[in-house]
C-alpha cells in the first residue's frame, strides 16, 4: 500500500536564499535516499531511454558542456557531469544540481534548484518549485521499485501527498526566515491551486 505519510516524511527540505551577479535568488535543497545501487541511480537519471520512463523525453548533445531539451518543459546547458556522483545543468533560467552517495541501504540524492527571486521577492518562491519536485522524486522512487504506473502524478493520491509536500515547504521556509507568514501563505495557495486543483483548498 502507498504511505503518503512515509513518501513526504522521506524527504529532507531546506529552503536558502543567497546574492549572485545580477540579483538573487531562492534555492530548494531536497535530500531522499533510493533503495538502488549508485550506478543504478546515476543511469535512471543520465540516460534518455530511462528518463522518459520516469520524467520526460529528452534531447540534446548530452555531454559535459553540451545542451538539451526536456519536452514540453525546461532546457538548458550541462555544466558538470561526472559520473555517476554529479551533473549540474542550468535549468530554465535557474540551476539545477544533482548529487548521489551511496549510503547504508542504496544511495542518497541530493537536489538543489536555485531560481531567480523576482517576481516573488522572497524565499516563499520555494513553494512554486519544491512540490514538483517532490512529486518526480517520488515517481522516480516507484520507478526503481517497479512500482511506476503512468499518469499517476495527476491522480487524487498524488494530490494528496502534494497536500503535505506544500506544509512541509511551508515550515521549511518559514525555518529559513526568507518570507514573512502573508509571502507564505500566498505562496501556499498558489501552489494548492496548481499542484491540488481537485482538493478542497479551504483544508489544504
Request: net charge negative; hydrophobic share 45%.
Amino acid at each position: 500500500m502507498f504511505d503518503i505519510t512515509r513518501q513526504v516524511t522521506s524527504v529532507q527540505r531546506v529552503v536558502s536564499q543567497h546574492s549572485v551577479v545580477g540579483g538573487a535568488q531562492v534555492s530548494v535543497l531536497l535530500r531522499r535516499n533510493y533503495v538502488a545501487p549508485i550506478e543504478e541511480l546515476w543511469r535512471a537519471l543520465t540516460e534518455p531511454d530511462l528518463l522518459r520512463r520516469w520524467f520526460l523525453p529528452i534531447t540534446g548533445e548530452l555531454r559535459e558542456g553540451g545542451r538539451y531539451q526536456f519536452e514540453g518543459n525546461a532546457g538548458g546547458q550541462i555544466l558538470r557531469c561526472a559520473a555517476p556522483r554529479l551533473v549540474k545543468i542550468t535549468f530554465g533560467d535557474g540551476v539545477l544540481e544533482l548529487r548521489l552517495a551511496e549510503s547504508d541501504d542504496g544511495t542518497g540524492l541530493e537536489m538543489m534548484h536555485s531560481v531567480p527571486m523576482e517576481p516573488i521577492s522572497s524565499g516563499a518562491g520555494a513553494l512554486f518549485v519544491g512540490p514538483g519536485w517532490d512529486v518526480d522524486l517520488l515517481v522516480l522512487d516507484r520507478y526503481l521499485r517497479g512500482e511506476n504506473v503512468p499518469g499517476w502524478e495527476n491522480s487524487a493520491a498524488a494530490q494528496e501527498f502534494s497536500r503535505q509536500a506544500i506544509k512541509a515547504w511551508a515550515a521549511a521556509t518559514a525555518d529559513s526566515g526568507t518570507a514573512d507568514g502573508d509571502q507564505i501563505a500566498a505562496g501556499v495557495a498558489a501552489a494548492s491551486a496548481r499542484f491540488t486543483p481537485d482538493l478542497d483548498q479551504t483544508t489544504a
